[in-house]
């Protein structure tokens, strides 16, 4: 199917209402007209009319400049539906539920670490658990399940792995309220029971990078960010529980969802009423897998830690390692936004898209809100990264939402048949990364022409007027799931 877009202004392309059957709102995607020929080549276009069919949707079904085809919604896509009288689906999130970044601030200058590249990476590899499947040492009890469901984050900080205030710089506190255990099935319990603290595999990655370029230097001293300094980046979700929990939801809603008289155009789009018993279970569940992960990203960063110092041979206090941000980019939440200048409460569904919430909005942290928080989007291993900061004019466009990362242009096996007979750990190695992955196909897989070029994406939102830029950070050395 081919759609004709329509060009509201250079950065901005309309699906007008009536682009396929049964959009109750038009599309609008942000991107220019070179990333326009990569979002071409996929589906993500009929996808983002299609999420316009969903009942209750407000305002637009929107697209950001990262998106690439997904299940059922395109990933890179933030879709907004009335919570009193809308859809909640679970497509919407994906299946790594609450999958997101944080950005670790240390008190290291890229000089110091430079030397000792291989060891640190040989480190974070051996210490870290990567891959499909992969397992850890810690072995959840039913008594700690109730626990992490109910306190995220805190529940890892309990266990020794990071500071109590590291619960001040991250969404939502690192914690979901409205949880209820019981929604969590046995088998996604199971799946998750040994993968707190692993890495996951896929896209997933714990990366070594230092601050490249200051944009916005009054920011940045707000977030601690100066030139030359050492962060880590940790790219992780909720692993198998959240990958279950969808699972388990997709089967039952897409049986519920016909007995509420909804017509799709998708089968993957199943949906139920926000306010259904179904859609109250999903929330509920969804939630316990976003805490399950805010938990393992907690415990991945106390690992990283603890991987530095025994690699660099130093103190934690030298170290001096904190948390910048840490932010999901596969979640529905139920928040208040301003829809035709009155407050309205709606189910924000954000898949593959980061909340980018500007200074003075209620939710951004103490710390931040003369600035707004960090929004942290990932590139590839291969080039570079950014920290963003949301502007006032993206509550009424987004939804107080930005893109997530760089966005594939390459399938996985399109990536495989590309880099046949190559090695891309030389290829990096050659500029300066260095890489250890669980596979060599998984990083081939991952290689940098996979994606967009992150900087046109961030400039599309740049020049769109929707955020600000504050830093660019370049890679020096990763672990790839």
């Known amino acids: 199917m081919t759609i004709q877009l329509k060009k509201l202004d250079p950065y901005r392309y309309e699906i007008p209402i009536g682009s396929v059957p049964g959009m109750n709102v038009p599309g609008l995607i942000f991107s220019d007209s070179v990333l326009l020929k990569d979002i071409q080549n996929d589906q993500s276009i009929e996808q983002v009319a299609n999420t316009a069919c969903l009942p209750g949707i407000v305002k637009a079904a929107l697209a950001m400049p990262d998106i690439h085809c997904g299940y059922g919604f395109p990933i890179g896509g933030v879709v907004a539906t009335d919570a009193n009288h809308g859809a909640i689906s679970p497509g919407g999130v994906g299946f790594d539920i609450n999958c997101g970044v944080r950005l670790v601030k240390t008190a290291l200058s890229k000089q110091a670490v430079d030397a000792k590249m291989e060891s640190l990476i040989g480190m974070l590899s051996r210490d870290i658990p990567t891959g499909t499947g992969s397992f850890g040492d810690v072995s959840l009890t039913e008594s700690d399940y109730e626990k992490i469901f109910r306190t995220g984050a805190g529940w890892s900080i309990q266990q020794g792995f990071g500071r109590p205030e590291d619960l001040d710089t991250i969404e939502s506190n690192g914690c979901l309220e409205g949880v209820n255990p019981e929604k969590v099935s046995p088998r996604a319990r199971e799946r998750g029971k040994k993968q707190l603290g692993t890495l996951g595999s896929g896209n997933h990655f714990i990366e070594v990078q230092y601050v490249e370029t200051l944009y916005s230097k009054q920011i940045a001293s707000v977030f601690g960010l100066v030139e030359k300094q050492v962060v880590v980046m940790i790219h992780s979700g909720s692993r198998g529980l959240g990958h279950q929990v969808c699972t388990d939801f997709l089967k039952m809603i897409g049986q519920a969802s016909k007995q509420y008289g909804y017509r799709l155009p998708d089968r993957q789009l199943a949906c139920v009423p926000v306010t259904s018993d179904e859609g109250k279970d999903y929330l509920s569940a969804m939630n316990c897998a976003a805490n399950y992960a805010w938990a393992n990203r907690q415990c991945l960063m106390g690992r990283v830690e603890s991987a530095m110092v025994k690699a660099l041979d130093l103190s934690p206090e030298t170290l001096g390692a904190s948390l910048l941000y840490d932010i999901a980019h596969n979640i529905v939440k139920l928040e ?13 569904h954000r898949k593959g898209a980061t909340r980018a919430f500007p200074a003075g909005h209620p939710e951004v942290p103490a710390v931040y809100q003369s600035t707004g928080h960090p929004v942290i989007v990932p590139g590839d291993m291969g080039r570079y990264s950014y920290v963003l900061v949301g502007n006032p004019s993206i509550m009424e466009e987004t939804f107080g939402s930005s893109c997530h990362g760089a966005g594939r242009i390459l399938s996985r096996s399109a990536a495989l048949r590309a880099t046949e007979g190559r090695s891309i750990i030389s290829e990096l190695k050659e ?21 967009k070029d992150v900087a046109r994406v961030v400039e599309v939102m740049e020049k769109a007027g929707l955020v600000t830029k504050v830093a660019r950070l370049r890679p020096m050395g990763a672990i790839k799931g």
């Open 336 to 348: 208040t936004h301003q829809i035709d200048g009155k407050p309205r409460k709606v189910a924000v």
């Open 431 to 451: 500029i300066g990364v260095t890489v250890k992955g669980a596979t060599k196909s998984g990083i081939r897989e991952e290689a940098p022409e996979a994606y």
